[in-house]
């Protein structure tokens, strides 16, 4: 079946410093590709999709860009924030389905 | 703009009781998703409604889980005769007809089974 597999367990940052999470994923068809993000006490938030090959999907200063040759969707920042430490969520949904594959999650903490 | 609701926000059962999870879309969307998730499993689907019909319930546990749409600003888990590894943060997500792959996610409700 699909799958997601992402940098697993915790990335430790200070502020300023630049991010990457790696995701690369697995799927019979062509996907669309999703980050979340998810802070304590809440639902995981729609961060950002991408759906065609080298489409690249952005918010809050977060990027990543579809790339089908290596099936990756990996998130970059230049810069992060204390208030940027949460756990984020690579995730896929195949052609014409709706059931979100999500990756198990990388804890990022960002040190002041 | 009200998003996703979920009652209660945390419930403590006892083993062997019910619990009935309570969600509301947001107005306007069409699709409603509930999933669960655990640290070790992390986030698994359970099931779907398009227009408040069931579409999936593929990932609903076979014995003791149902859930319903009576209308299409509600929806309900229910969990009968509760056991300890049914504890885990159970999700309600909703999206907008024809863009059911962007779900927009509640706060959750966390279920204890003692």
């Known amino acids: 079946g699909d799958s997601v597999t992402q940098t697993e367990g915790q990335v430790a ?39 065609r090959d080298k489409e690249k999907g952005s918010s809050r200063g977060f990027e ?35 059931k979100v594959i999500f990756g198990k999650g990388t804890h990022l903490h960002v040190l002041p | 703009n009200a998003g996703v609701i979920q009652t209660p926000r945390h419930k403590v059962t006892g083993k062997g009781q019910e619990a009935t ?58 969990i009968q005769s509760t056991q300890p590894q049914d504890s885990a943060v159970y999700l309600c997500a909703s999206s907008l007809e024809g863009n059911q792959d962007t779900q927009y996610f509640g706060p959750g409700t966390r279920l204890l089974v003692l």
């Open chain 1, 64 to 98: 990543a860009t579809y790339d089908k040759g290596t099936t990756s969707f990996h998130l970059r920042k230049a810069s992060v924030q204390e208030s940027d430490s949460a756990v984020y969520y690579c995730a896929l949904v195949d052609t014409n389905a709706y």
């Open chain 2, 21 to 78: 999870l309570w969600c509301e879309p947001i107005s306007g969307h069409s699709a409603v998703f509930w999933y669960r998730q655990t640290i070790v499993q992390g986030l698994e689907f359970l099931t779907y409604f398009r227009n408040q019909a069931p579409i999936d319930d593929s990932g609903m546990p076979k014995e003791r889980f149902s859930a319903q749409m009576p209308n299409q600003s509600h929806s309900t888990l229910k």
């Open chain 1, 13 to 51: 940052l200070s502020e300023e410093d630049f991010l990457t999470i790696h995701c690369n994923y697995s799927a019979s068809g062509y996907p669309a590709l999703f980050w979340y993000v998810q802070y304590p006490g809440e639902g995981p938030q729609f961060l950002f999709r991408a759906s």
